[in-house]
């Protein structure tokens, strides 16, 4: 299993940044069945005011450039996309992959 953090920001806007977190207590079950098969076993997402992190978890020998592409030829990802993007501070038209930065970890314990 590989673990990847990543972050995005939201528009400072209350109402989208609100239409975002309502978004995500009802994604559509296309979109986390396409999550899950693409190689992703877990993603969990936090906000603090704008700010996004995600954490995902992929299966042994995914890596996430692989499990983002094939994510995005997926039915109704592009649409999703287009749902949230205008939620999130990102070119329009964005996939998943290039929205979310993964970051770098800096320290363990």
């Given at each position: 299993m590989t673990r990847i953090i990543q972050t995005l920001e939201l528009v400072d806007d209350p109402q989208l940044i609100d239409f975002?977190?309502?978004?995500?207590?009802?994604?559509?079950?296309?979109?986390?069945?396409?999550?899950?098969?693409?190689?992703?076993?877990?993603?969990?997402?936090?906000?603090?005011?704008?700010?996004?992190v995600m954490i995902l978890e992929l299966a042994d020998g995914v890596s996430r450039d692989e499990a983002?592409?094939?994510?995005?030829?997926?039915?109704?990802?592009?649409?999703?996309?287009?749902?949230?993007?205008?939620?999130?501070?990102?070119?329009?038209g964005s996939i998943s992959g290039a929205k979310w930065r993964p970051m770098q970890q800096i320290f363990e314990l």
């Open positions: 975002y977190i309502k978004a995500h207590e009802n994604v559509w079950p296309e979109i986390t069945e396409g999550i899950r098969s693409v190689g992703i076993t877990r993603m969990d997402i936090f906000i603090e005011g704008r700010r996004l983002m592409a094939k994510l995005a030829t997926l039915p109704r990802q592009a649409e999703w996309e287009e749902y949230v993007g205008k939620c999130q501070q990102c070119a329009a």
